[in-house]
């Protein structure tokens, strides 16, 4: 499977935006993906989920509304749309692969993910 390469994080300010890429060296082709994140003295949790072709999605409570997460197959890459943040959505953002999307309904359970990027770092400032 495809190494993973996010990017995209920076310090912002409360209300603005962001867009975080996972980039994977080959193809994402039948691979659900997932956005997780992990601020400080907290434990990783997940964020927004996506099906191989784009077609369903899921998301955490604290994030709808103000998150997204669509794909581009075509570049093998997932992102990860975030509006309105705060200063809670502070954290380190990883991507996760799911190869043959086996863990759907079980999303949430980061401990079941085989592939990890190295993470990207979003700061949301009051």
């Known amino acids: 499977q495809a190494p993973l390469l996010e990017s995209g994080g920076d310090s912002v300010q409360a209300g603005g935006s962001l867009r975080l890429s996972c980039a994977a060296s080959g193809t994402l082709s039948g691979t659900c993906m997932a956005w997780f994140r992990q601020g400080p003295g907290k434990e990783r949790e997940g964020v927004a989920s996506?099906?191989?072709?784009?077609?369903?999605?899921q998301y955490t409570d604290s994030v709808k509304g103000r998150f997204t997460i669509p794909r581009d197959n075509a570049k093998n890459t997932v992102y990860l749309q975030m509006k309105r943040l705060k200063p809670e959505d502070s954290g380190m953002y990883y991507c996760a692969a799911d190869l043959g999307c086996t863990i759907w309904t079980r999303w949430l359970q980061d401990a079941l993910y085989k592939k990890w990027g190295q993470g990207t770092q979003v700061t949301v400032s009051s």
């Open positions: 996506i099906s191989p072709a784009g077609v369903r999605t």
